[in-house]
Nanobody
Framework: QVQLVESGGGLVQAGGSLRLSCAVSGRTFSSYAMAWFRQAPGKEREFVAAISWSGTSTYYRDSVKGRFTISRDNAENTVYLEMNSLKPGDTAVYYC????????????????????WGQGTQVTVSS
């Protein structure tokens, strides 16, 4: 069983930065593709960023390109989301997700393909 625990959320002013972490336990972390999703009140969960298990491939939604960076430390079983130049529109609960894959460069972008999810961490950006 894979367990994911997010941390690092909080309240920040527009233009500020936060770094989210997702600690993974239970299986061989290095064979899991990872991603961050977010869900604002009254909206569907949406894709934010993804990274392959090798770390060589990443993908971002257009609205966060150039502001957010996803990375991973396979030795620490942790994936990160560095968020800069935050905007009120980034306010949401942020979830990390994991899915085992045998393709080292594969990134997974859709919620339905992920079997494992964290409990979420709230990010609130004030104007």
């Amino acid at each position: 069983q894979v367990q994911l625990v997010e941390s690092g959320g909080g309240l920040v002013q527009a233009g500020g930065s936060l770094r989210l972490s997702c600690a993974v336990s239970g299986r061989t972390f290095s064979s899991y593709a990872m991603a961050w999703f977010r869900q604002a009140p009254g909206k569907e969960r949406e894709f934010v960023a993804a990274i392959s298990w090798s770390g060589t491939s990443t993908y971002y939604r257009d609205s966060v390109k150039g502001r957010f960076t996803i990375s991973r430390d396979n030795a620490e079983n942790t994936v990160y989301l560095e968020m800069n130049s935050l905007k009120p529109g980034d306010t949401a609960v942020y979830y990390c997700a994991a899915e085992r894959t045998y393709v080292e460069s594969r990134v997974i972008l859709t919620t339905t393909e992920y079997d494992y999810w964290g409990q979420g961490t709230q990010v609130t950006v004030s104007s």
